[in-house]
């Protein structure tokens, strides 16, 4: 009887274990043939592995006698005698002695993806998407991408939070509208998750404090560099809050802690892409109507929507306070409860406006949150006072009828952080496989 009793190292080293071994030394390594450069007496293969890249040499006498020839795109793994060469990418070279091919490409690779940059249109890129995430710029992206998530759990587990994973299909939206995604369950309408809104508030009343990483789905007729029709959110949702500040308060602190948690595991990715890292040590906040007057007066531009913020606005609200306070974050809080969903709580103090914001960064909006309605009344009358109906709401709203906490949350757009993370021109560099008005493959 043969059992499986765990991982079986494998005798293979991969780059960071060829840079710290002792010179010189034997090695075995396997990766992507990233390139192939011919200077007559000698060939640089340079392999391209999950760690990064590396530089093996081949003789040109021993590469007469390779069975196939190495070329761009094949999987091979190779031995050879690690040595120091100060003009490798890493200080340290490895001297071929054997290869053996693991696959073959059946064509040339459309893409030079062994270039710095890749010089396809970002649509090529899209279309070719197997092949153009293996430029290690275009790969770097999803790394940091990858750490953004990282630090967001890593962040909220030290927080108190606890991780769920709730339904994308059901019965009804959370935000309501004409944008969503309709389909046929079992004989029965349904429609994809416009968020997790329903229940990751249901869940604050089970865990105080919880959180998501996962898709949502939103409807919307828009071909801009700014919406995806199915994109990443980070959501969280806190109870037990004494004011929709503490849901700010906690996202400033996902955004240093993020900021340092790069610097520490995907430095080799930021100097890849020459990034340089926003402050995030002092966010100013600034309600609705103050932002709108403040970039009215200083830029000379007429209000034309008092219920919401166009996408000039938040340009201009952006450029306003990183010439002002040298911010590249801004909370805009107290928006219009006509342009809010009806579980955002209103502001008693005055309830045209909600206990909620928005935050821009580098002048698009990337997080939507506030606190909301708590109160099974208060939630209900609201509800009635929209002309809205409790049919399809019964589960969510027994959770309020059973006694909920003070609470409050936020959804963080993956995508558009990273983007102006990235200074991206178009949120579609940020999203491996988007999906648009006009973009249903690969």
């Known amino acids: ?78 031995n050879g005698q690690l040595r120091e060469e100060k003009r490798a990418p890493h200080g340290r070279e490895l001297a071929l002695k054997q290869a053996e091919i693991l696959s073959v490409p059946e064509t040339p690779l459309p893409l030079a993806i062994d270039k710095w940059k890749l010089s396809a249109s970002l649509e090529a890129k899209l279309n070719m998407r197997a092949l153009s995430l293996r430029n290690p710029r275009e790969r770097a992206a999803f790394r940091v991408q990858e750490g953004l998530t990282r630090a967001f759990r890593d962040f909220l587990n030290r927080q108190g939070f606890t991780e769920i994973h709730t339904p994308k299909i059901g019965a009804r939206g959370a935000e309501g509208g004409a944008n969503m995604f309709r389909l046929e369950y079992f004989h029965q309408p349904a429609v994809l998750a416009q968020s997790p809104q329903f229940y990751k508030q249901i869940m604050a009343g089970v865990f105080d404090r919880v959180f998501e990483t996962g898709p949502v789905f939103r409807a919307e007729k828009h071909n801009t560099k700014r919406h995806l029709n199915e994109y990443t959110s980070l959501d969280f949702e806190m109870g037990y809050i004494d004011g929709f500040e503490e849901v700010m308060e906690t996202e400033t602190g996902y955004l240093q802690y993020a900021m340092e948690f790069l610097k520490e595991h995907y430095q080799e990715e930021l100097d890849r892409l020459s990034l340089k890292l926003p402050a995030a040590d002092r966010i100013p906040r600034v309600r609705f109507t103050e932002a709108k007057r403040l970039v009215s007066e200083k830029y000379g531009r007429s209000i034309r929507n008092p219920h919401d913020l166009e996408p000039e606005e ?98 963080i757009g993956l995508e558009r952080l990273t983007m102006q993370l990235l200074g991206a021109e178009n949120v579609r560099e940020a999203c491996l496989f988007p999906r648009d008005m006009n973009r249903l493959t690969p």
């Open 314 to 411: 938040e340009q201009l609200i952006s450029r306003y306070f990183l010439e002002e306070y040298g911010a590249e974050f801004v909370f805009v809080t107290h928006y219009p409860s006509k342009k809010r969903p009806f579980y955002a709580m209103d502001d008693p103090e005055d309830p045209r406006y909600t206990l909620s914001f928005d935050l821009l960064f580098r002048g698009v909006e990337v997080t939507t949150g506030g606190q909301r309605i708590h109160d099974y009344k208060a939630l209900t009358r609201k509800i009635a006072d929209r002309g809205m109906t409790e049919e399809g709401l019964e589960f969510y709203l027994d959770a309020f009828r059973y006694g909920m906490p003070p609470h409050g949350g936020l959804g």
């Open 1 to 78: 009887m043969e059992f499986v009793e765990g991982i079986n190292k494998k005798e293979i080293c991969g780059l960071k274990e060829m840079l710290q071994k002792e010179l010189p030394a034997s090695v075995q390594t396997e990766g992507a043939v990233h390139s192939v450069r011919d200077m007559g007496d000698v060939i640089f293969i340079i392999l391209r592995s999950r760690e990064g890249l590396f530089q093996v040499v081949c003789e040109n006498e021993q590469w007469e006698t390779l069975p196939e020839k190495i070329r761009e795109g094949m999987a091979v793994r190779v």
